[in-house]
């Protein structure tokens, strides 16, 4: 039961810090950060910053994926399902990563469909731009509070110890 409480604990503070830090970068709505945070959180304390690094990682070349479709093309369907398959390929069988491979395809999917929403291809990049900062943002938030928890729980569970 601590497992659980400790990593909605994480979950909330890093929600609030990441919506924090985006509103003072001007993002007032950073959803696929959120998105990201809460898939690149691990709920095993020891392994946390082990997992969020790999997946970081998966992360990281989904948006780098979906970036280079959109700046040689206007995506639709057929390149989203190409462009997804390859990203969970390259993960999956050229990295060894390691891990959720499935995040890359995810990224890959989030940033790529900034294309679909807008209407010329600027506007879509820089949507995508703003999809991959907040992704990978997302990611390093979760990092950033899975160290600062392991460290907090460690001295907690240092001081009780003494206690008894």
């Known amino acids: 039961m601590r497992r659980g409480i400790r990593y909605a604990l994480r979950i909330f503070f890093g929600v609030i810090v990441l919506w924090e830090i985006a509103a003072a970068l001007g993002d007032y709505s950073p959803i696929w950060a959120t998105v990201s945070l809460v898939m690149t ?6 392994l946390s910053f082990f997992a969020s690094t790999r997946r970081f990682a998966h992360m990281g070349i989904g948006c780098a994926i979906a970036l280079f479709v959109l700046l040689w093309t206007r ?4 390149e989203l399902a190409a462009a997804t398959t ?13 891990g959720n491979w499935r995040a890359a395809a995810a990224a890959t999917a989030i940033v ?4 679909f929403d807008t209407f010329t291809r600027n506007a879509g990049m820089h949507e995508a731009l703003i999809r991959t900062a907040e992704v ?8 950033l509070i ?6 907090v ?4 569970e240092e001081i009780i110890g003494a206690d008894t």
């Open 75 to 78: 995506p639709n369907l057929w």
């Open 136 to 143: 990978l943002g997302g990611c390093l938030v979760a990092l």
């Open 153 to 156: 729980w460690a001295v907690g």
């Open 146 to 151: 899975a160290w600062f928890a392991n460290k």
């Open 86 to 98: 390859v990203a969970s390929l390259i993960s999956f069988f050229v990295l060894h990563i390691g």
């Open 41 to 46: 959180s691990e709920i095993e304390m020891r």
């Open 112 to 115: 790529l469909g900034a294309g």
